[in-house]
Nanobody, 114 residues
Framework: QVQLVESGGDLVQPGGSLRLSCAAS????????MGWHRQAPGKQRELVASMGSDGVTFYPDSVKGRFTISRDNAKNTLYLQMNSLEPEDTAVYYC????????WGQGTQVTVSS
């Protein structure tokens, strides 16, 4: 089974940027979809970006225009570019991949604070 490992989380000031990476242990080209969720303390996990195998993307209103999802099949890596970060973006960010099952990474912490 393919494993996912996120990286790139950090402490950043409001208005700053971060790029998260999700490296897969195998090919990602066969996944039906991949994406990112996040979970803040005391809150439910929420979807922040998804990309289908056809390249179609989805973003909720809370991050639209600030976050961009992309993938590099040659590197078996999914990315999340996050700009204009706000304190409300503070959460653990998880990548996922859908084939016949849903595979999750272990998460990476993003903290937005001055």
């Amino acid at each position: 089974q393919v494993q996912l490992v996120e990286s790139g989380g950090d402490l950043v000031q409001p208005g700053g940027s971060l790029r998260l990476s999700c490296a897969a242990s195998g090919s990602i080209s066969s996944f039906v979809a991949m994406g990112w969720h996040r979970q803040a303390p005391g809150k439910q996990r929420e979807l922040v970006a998804s990309m289908g195998s056809d390249g179609v993307t989805f973003y909720p209103d809370s991050v639209k225009g600030r976050f961009t999802i992309s993938r590099d099949n040659a590197k078996n890596t999914l990315y999340l570019q996050m700009n204009s970060l706000e304190p409300e973006d503070t959460a653990v960010y998880y990548c996922y991949a859908i084939s016949v099952i849903v595979i999750w990474g272990q998460g990476t912490q993003v903290t937005v604070s001055s």
